[in-house]
C-alpha cells in the first residue's frame, strides 16, 4: 500500500490497497524513516514542500510463515536431538558391550573357573585387542595354577613312598619282639627313607627359593674350571663305583655366580652322566671360554634321551627313564633346578642326545666381564 499525505493536511491519495484510516506520521526531516504499526511496516518520507510519501505493507502472513517455519525447525531440532541420544545409547551400549563382557568374564575368573575366556571376533579394534591379550594372561594363568597343582601332586605322590615305608618298617618292629639285627635292618631302611624325604625336601626348598627370586644371592666372581674339577673329585667315587671313566678338559673361565648353586649345577649335570651311564662308559667334562661366555659340557656314553622325551627333561618330576630313576631315588628335580639356576645367572642350557650314543649337556654363562 502506498500513501501520500499533501502539505496543507486535507487531502491526501491513497493507493487501492492502502487502508483508509493511516494516520500521517510525524514530521522527520532528513531521509526515509520507518514505523510499525501492529503487523504493518511502513516506511515514510518527507519531501520538502511538506508533502509526505508513505508505503507499507502487511506483515502479518510473512510472521506467520515465520511462526511456522520456527515450529518446524524446532520440531526437526527436537527429533535430530532425540535421533542423536538414541544413536548415541545405541552405539554407546556397543563399545561398552566387550567391557561388560571382560568384567563378567573377569568375576567368574576370580570365582574359581579359570576355564572362563572373553568372547571376542573383533580382532582389530583396542579392545579387541585388550580382550585377545586378557584371554592370553588368563590361558597362562590357568596353565601356571595347572602346573602348580600337578607340582604338589607330585611332591606329594614322591614323599608318600619313604613315609610309608617309615612307616612299616616301625609297624612292624613294634609288633613283637625281633632280634636285635632285624631292628638295625629296619632302623637303615627308616635312614634311608628319610635321608630320601630330606633330599627331596631340599629339593623342593631350592626351587622355591629359586622361583621366588628373581637373581641369585651373594654373587661373586667364579672359576668355573676350579669349581668343576672340586665336583669331579668329590664324585670320583661314585664313578668308580659305577664302574665309570672320569675325563676333564678344563681351561680358565670366569663368571660372576652364586658358588653354592654353580656347583650345584656341575654336581647334578655330572651325577646324571655317571647315573645314565653304562658300565666301562666315560664321562667327559669340558670348561672352556667364548668371547662373551663361559661354557661347560658334560657329555657321557650313555643311554642317551629319546627324542620325544628332550622337550620335558627340564620339567619337575620328569624322568624320561623311569626304571633308572626311581629305583634310585630320581625323583626328576635334577635338571628343573640346574635349568633354574642357570637362568637365574643369565645364562642357558641344552641338550643334545642320541639315543644308545649318550648325552651332551651344554651350559652358557655370561663371563665375569661382560657383567
Ligand atoms: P632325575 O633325578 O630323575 O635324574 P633329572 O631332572 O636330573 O631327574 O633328569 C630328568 C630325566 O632326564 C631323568 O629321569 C633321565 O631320564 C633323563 N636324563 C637326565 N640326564 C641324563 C643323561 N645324562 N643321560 C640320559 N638321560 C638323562
Not at 579387541?128 to 595347572?146: K, Y
Request: aromatic letters at 4%.
Amino acid at each position: 500500500m502506498a500513501r501520500v499525505f499533501p502539505s496543507n493536511r486535507h487531502s491526501s491519495s491513497l493507493s487501492p490497497s492502502a487502508p483508509p484510516d493511516v494516520p500521517r506520521p510525524l514530521r522527520k526531516p532528513g531521509p526515509p524513516a520507518f514505523r510499525s504499526r501492529g503487523t504493518l511496516r511502513e516506511c515514510f518520507h518527507y519531501a520538502p514542500s511538506g508533502e509526505c510519501i508513505l508505503v507499507g505493507r502487511d506483515t502479518a502472513a510473512d510472521l506467520a510463515d515465520i511462526r511456522r517455519s520456527a515450529w518446524m525447525l524446532g520440531g526437526a531440532g527436537c527429533a535430530v536431538l532425540l535421533l542423536g541420544l538414541a544413536g548415541g545409547w545405541w552405539v554407546g551400549a556397543r563399545a561398552l558391550r566387550p567391557i561388560a563382557d571382560i568384567s563378567a568374564t573377569a568375576a567368574r575368573i576370580a570365582n574359581g573357573d579359570l576355564t572362563q575366556r572373553i568372547r571376542t571376533t573383533d580382532t582389530e579394534s583396542e579392545l579387541g585387542r585388550l580382550a585377545h591379550d586378557l584371554n592370553d594372561t588368563f590361558a597362562r594363568l590357568q596353565a601356571s595354577f595347572a602346573r602348580q597343582a600337578q607340582f604338589t601332586a607330585d611332591a606329594s605322590h614322591e614323599l608318600r613312598t619313604p613315609v610309608s615305608v617309615v612307616l612299616t618298617q616301625t609297624q612292624s618292629a613294634l609288633a613283637r619282639e625281633h632280634p636285635a639285627g632285624e631292628y638295625r635292618e629296619s632302623l637303615a631302611a627308616c635312614q634311608r627313607a628319610a635321608q630320601r624325604m630330606r633330599s627331596l625336601i631340599e629339593c623342593l626348598l631350592t626351587l622355591a627359593r629359586l622361583d621366588s627370586a628373581d637373581t641369585p644371592a651373594a654373587t661373586k666372581p667364579c672359576e668355573l674350571d676350579r669349581l668343576s674339577r672340586e665336583v669331579v673329585e668329590l664324585l670320583l667315587p661314585l664313578a668308580n663305583e659305577q664302574g665309570v671313566q672320569l675325563e676333564v678338559n678344563l681351561s680358565p673361565a670366569h663368571c660372576l655366580a652364586n658358588a653354592d648353586q654353580l656347583a650345584q649345577v656341575v654336581n647334578n649335570l655330572l651325577s646324571n652322566a655317571i647315573h645314565y651311564n653304562r658300565p666301562g662308559g666315560t664321562v667327559r667334562v669340558a670348561v672352556y671360554c667364548e668371547p662373551t661366555t663361559a661354557v661347560l659340557t658334560v657329555s657321557d656314553t650313555g643311554l642317551g634321551i629319546p627324542p620325544e622325551d628332550i622337550p620335558h627333561i627340564f620339567e619337575r618330576f620328569y624322568r624320561a627313564d623311569k626304571a633308572r630313576s626311581g629305583a634310585q631315588g630320581h625323583a626328576g628335580l635334577g635338571l628343573a633346578i640346574t635349568k633354574a639356576i642357570v637362568e637365574a645367572h643369565g645364562g642357558s642350557i641344552e641338550v643334545a642326545s642320541e639315543p644308545g650314543q649318550g648325552s651332551v649337556f651344554t651350559v652358557r654363562l655370561p663371563s665375569a666381564q661382560h657383567f
